[in-house]
């Protein structure tokens, strides 16, 4: 690519000449953010691909988000800008492994959380995310015995939350486990009127020393809609991008991970670029292809999550 290149200029050229939308998540890069149509959370960037009329969806994010996009519009084109950008919580459920581990529990329905697979939502019986899991799992009824994938830590915090006792899939995301408890509460003793703020994939610990949970977009409008000046978070540092623009006086400190070499950056969300983003419009490659049988069985329970959070 040329240096001098306006890239923003040529992504919202390219936008217009291939009726292109960019959709992307809130841990992709500040440039990213700013050029995109809409920026969300897992559910809210489900729900815009569900209702687009754009030939081409670009998603600026990880692989199972724009394989969901995929799932839903197979008529339209689905690029992503680095088909490496992969997710540690959704590897962390290997297919064949997760088919045995529900062999392991008949009776039980299938509810996955949407960071996994496609061969895992074809598995599922409905899938949720952070925002509207609480919805998704009380649309169950209470003695229906359930299995709840892949992230354990989610899983328990959810299980608190509704008195269930869902049985877990032992996974994780490597970005929110990586926060020490030890240093957070000394930067709260430092910052004693600071709230914490965290995202339900980090360890129980680190939950209940939080002042406020939730998705992305939830934590985002909370930092909106609440009085304090400081505010420590414990998730991916893309988000504070939003919270700081939204907020212009309020401080965002991201929250201190457990080894001081670690950064709370996901290397797979940030492996997407201006530049990929801007490559990935004008040759319309790497694009998401799937088998029409497993699109088919992945699509239905995203649409039995889609159809219980209208
Ligand atoms: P949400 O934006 O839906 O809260 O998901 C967070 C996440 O880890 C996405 O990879
Ligand atoms: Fe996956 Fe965690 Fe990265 Fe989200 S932040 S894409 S869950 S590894």
């Given at each position: 690519?040329?240096?001098?290149?306006?890239?923003?200029?040529?992504?919202?050229?390219?936008?217009k000449?291939k009726?292109?939308?960019?959709?992307a998540?809130?841990?992709?890069?500040?440039?990213?953010?700013?050029?995109?149509?809409?920026?969300?959370?897992?559910?809210?960037?489900a729900?815009?691909?569900?209702?687009?009329?754009?030939?081409?969806?670009?998603?600026?994010?990880v692989?199972?988000?724009?394989?969901?996009?995929?799932?839903?519009?197979?008529?339209?084109?689905?690029?992503?800008?680095?088909?490496?950008?992969?997710?540690?919580?959704a590897d962390?459920?290997?297919?064949?492994l997760?088919?045995?581990?529900?062999?392991?529990h008949?009776?039980?329905?299938?509810?996955?959380?949407?960071n996994?697979?496609?061969?895992?939502?074809?598995?599922?019986?409905?899938?949720?995310?952070?925002s509207?899991?609480?919805?998704?799992?009380?649309?169950?009824?209470?003695?229906?015995?359930?299995?709840?994938?892949?992230?354990?830590?989610?899983?328990?915090?959810?299980?608190?939350?509704t008195?269930?006792?869902?049985?877990?899939?032992?996974?994780?995301?490597m970005?929110?486990?990586?926060?020490?408890?030890?240093?957070?509460?000394?930067?709260?003793?430092?910052?004693?009127?600071?709230?914490?703020?965290?995202?339900?994939?980090?360890?129980?610990?680190?939950?209940?020393?939080?002042?406020?949970?939730?998705?992305?977009?939830q934590l985002?409008?909370?930092?909106?809609?609440?009085n304090?000046?400081?505010?420590?978070v414990?998730t991916?540092?893309g988000?504070?991008?939003?919270?700081?623009?939204?907020?212009?006086?309020?401080?965002?400190?991201?929250?201190?991970?457990?080894?001081?070499?670690?950064?709370?950056?996901?290397?797979?969300?940030?492996?997407?670029?201006?530049?990929?983003?801007?490559?990935?419009m004008?040759?319309?490659?790497?694009?998401i292809t799937?088998?029409?049988?497993?699109?088919t069985?992945?699509?239905?329970?995203?649409?039995?999550?889609?159809?219980?959070?209208?």
């Amino acid at each position: 690519i040329d240096p001098s290149m306006d890239l923003f200029h040529e992504i919202e050229r390219l936008k217009k000449e291939k009726n292109a939308i960019v959709l992307a998540h809130y841990y992709q890069e500040p440039d990213i953010q700013d050029v995109a149509d809409y920026i969300g959370d897992s559910l809210g960037l489900a729900q815009q691909a569900e209702k687009t009329t754009a030939d081409i969806i670009v998603f600026a994010g990880v692989h199972f988000m724009a394989e969901t996009a995929k799932i839903l519009n197979p008529e339209k084109k689905v690029l992503l800008p680095d088909l490496k950008a992969g997710c540690s919580l959704a590897d962390s459920a290997p297919a064949e492994l997760f088919r045995r581990f529900r062999e392991q529990h008949p009776g039980h329905i299938v509810i996955s959380y949407i960071n996994c697979s496609a061969d895992i939502k074809a598995l599922s019986d409905i899938i949720c995310t952070s925002s509207n899991a609480e919805k998704i799992i009380e649309s169950v009824p209470a003695d229906q015995p359930i299995i709840f994938a892949p992230d354990r830590n989610l899983g328990a915090y959810l299980n608190k939350k509704t008195g269930r006792n869902m049985v877990l899939w032992n996974g994780a995301c490597m970005v929110h486990e990586i926060f020490s408890l030890e240093k957070i509460t000394k930067l709260k003793i430092r910052h004693p009127e600071a709230k914490l703020i965290a995202h339900p994939e980090c360890e129980d610990p680190v939950l209940r020393v939080a002042d406020f949970i939730g998705s992305t977009t939830q934590l985002l409008k909370y930092t909106q809609q609440d009085n304090a000046k400081e505010f420590i978070v414990a998730t991916e540092t893309g988000i504070l991008h939003q919270m700081q623009k939204g907020n212009p006086f309020k401080t965002f400190i991201p929250a201190p991970p457990d080894n001081s070499c670690a950064c709370n950056d996901c290397p797979h969300m940030k492996l997407n670029t201006l530049e990929k983003l801007y490559l990935c419009m004008e040759f319309e490659t790497p694009e998401i292809t799937m088998d029409e049988t497993l699109r088919t069985a992945a699509k239905r329970p995203i649409e039995r999550m889609l159809e219980i959070s209208k």
